[in-house]
């Protein structure tokens, strides 16, 4: 079956059925990565005393969003077909707070046992031609229910906030121009993505400089050093410093 066929009544609600587990399945599938992300989220912030995922965000895409992707791709319209040909139904994002983060939480996420890795694109060591970084995981995980287990494809996305905040620019400048975006402002996209990786490598030196200041009070100098002639927006450099300076605080009691 196409996505372009038109099926009887019968055959419609019977499918219909089908694709409602379909999905379920991938509800599922998002609620198991996302357990583990969290459980490894609260060690490192409990054990470790550092906390490398600024925070987290999931979706699945919606029946409509399936059925046009699998248009544009060719894919037939059976479960299968869909379940073989496009991986990213299920999605996870991780924001991490410095780069060599990212590799931490990948590293801890896929040496767990009942995890298989699919798939791995580093768009950081290799960005695209437009300036996007990420590191890009399609890791399979079994999904325990009533009647059968089944081993469920989730897309896991990994990247800084000065990454993220690139890519949300990005896709909301491309869906007000519907694609067709001014070359200028690819140009400005571009310069922009350069800018987010520079900010990314001073943000961890800083971050690196407070962790050897083991429990004294960094310089007021050290953070304005490096970002009193960065173009960056106030948020963002709040959030990577908050992450800084939390790795280092001692608990109440031992300071």
């Known amino acids: 079956m196409t996505a372009d066929d038109v099926p009887s009544d019968s055959s419609l609600a019977s499918y219909r059925e089908d694709f409602s587990r379909f999905m379920l399945s991938y509800r599922f599938g998002v609620s198991e990565v996302l357990t583990k992300i969290t459980i490894l989220r609260e060690e490192y912030e409990h054990i470790h005393r550092y906390n490398p995922?600024?925070?987290?965000?999931?979706?699945?895409?919606?029946?409509q969003s399936i059925v046009a992707k699998a248009r544009r791709k060719g894919v037939d319209m059976t479960l299968d077909a869909l379940r073989e040909s496009l991986r990213d139904i299920a999605g996870i994002r991780v924001i991490c707070s410095f780069l060599p983060d990212v590799y931490t939480v990948r590293d801890a996420l896929c040496g767990q046992d009942d995890l298989t890795v699919l798939s791995e694109r580093d768009y950081i060591a290799e960005p695209k031609p437009n300036g996007y970084r990420s590191l890009h995981l399609i890791v399979e995980v079994p999904v325990f229910l009533s009647d059968r287990t089944e081993r469920?494809?989730?897309?896991?996305?990994l990247r800084t906030i000065a990454m993220d905040f690139w890519a949300s620019l990005e896709h909301k400048i491309y869906?007000?121009?519907d694609g067709e975006v001014p070359d200028s402002l690819l140009q400005e996209l571009t310069a922009a993505a350069s800018t987010a990786a520079s900010l990314d490598t001073q943000m961890n030196d800083l971050h690196q400089q407070i962790k050897a200041i083991a429990g004294a009070e960094p310089p007021a100098t050290t953070g304005l050093d490096l970002l009193r002639d960065l173009p960056v927006p106030p948020e963002i450099v709040a959030a990577v410093v908050r992450a800084a300076t939390s790795a280092v605080t001692p608990p109440a009691g031992e300071a």
Do not use: M
């Open 53 to 63: 995922i600024e925070h987290l965000n999931s979706r699945i895409k919606t029946p």
């Open 175 to 177: 869906y007000k121009y």
């Open 152 to 157: 469920v494809p989730v897309e896991v996305q």
